[in-house]
C-alpha cells in the first residue's frame, strides 16, 4: 500500500502561482510513477501531470504546458506540481496519483486506473 497525502492548495487570483505537495509514505512509493489529476465541478477528473520514476520523462497536457511543472524528489518520497499563470479554468480538486503498471506516458489515458490516490486539495482561481 501506498498513501498520498496533497498539501498546497489555496485561493489565487489569476495569473498567479501555487506549489502542490504530494508526500508519499508506505511501501517502496519511490518504485512508483507519479502524477497529477483534476477535477471541477461537474466535470470528470482529468489528467494534468506525471513523472517517471527517476524524474527524467514528464508528460504534461496539453491545457497547462508551458504553465505547470512537475518534479519529484525521492529523497523525500515527494511529488510537486508548480503551477504557474494559473486560470480560472484551473480551478478543481488536485489529486496525487501512483502507478507501478503505467509509464508516466501511459498514465495520461488511465485517470481511472491508477493504483493509488490522495485526498486531493482544492485550489480556487478568482478572476
Known amino acids: 500500500q501506498v498513501q498520498l497525502v496533497e498539501s498546497g492548495g489555496g485561493l489565487v487570483q489569476a495569473g498567479g502561482s501555487l506549489r502542490l505537495s504530494c508526500a508519499a509514505s508506505?511501501?517502496?512509493?519511490?518504485?512508483?510513477?507519479l502524477g497529477w489529476l483534476r477535477q471541477a465541478p461537474g466535470k470528470e477528473r482529468e489528467f494534468v501531470a506525471s513523472?517517471?520514476?527517476?524524474?527524467?520523462?514528464?508528460v504534461y497536457a496539453d491545457s497547462v504546458k508551458g504553465r505547470f511543472t512537475i518534479s519529484r524528489d525521492n529523497a523525500k518520497n515527494t511529488v510537486y506540481l508548480q503551477m504557474n499563470g494559473l486560470r480560472p479554468d484551473d480551478a478543481a480538486k488536485y489529486y496525487c496519483?501512483?502507478?507501478?503498471?503505467?509509464?508516466?506516458?501511459?498514465?495520461?489515458?488511465?485517470?481511472?486506473?491508477?493504483?493509488?490516490w490522495g485526498k486531493g486539495t482544492l485550489v480556487t482561481v478568482s478572476s
Open positions: 496519483a501512483a502507478t507501478v503498471r503505467y509509464t508516466a506516458a501511459q498514465m495520461a489515458g488511465k485517470a481511472g486506473a491508477l493504483d493509488y
Open positions: 508506505g511501501r517502496t512509493s519511490s518504485n512508483y510513477r
Open positions: 513523472i517517471s520514476i527517476g524524474g527524467g520523462n514528464t
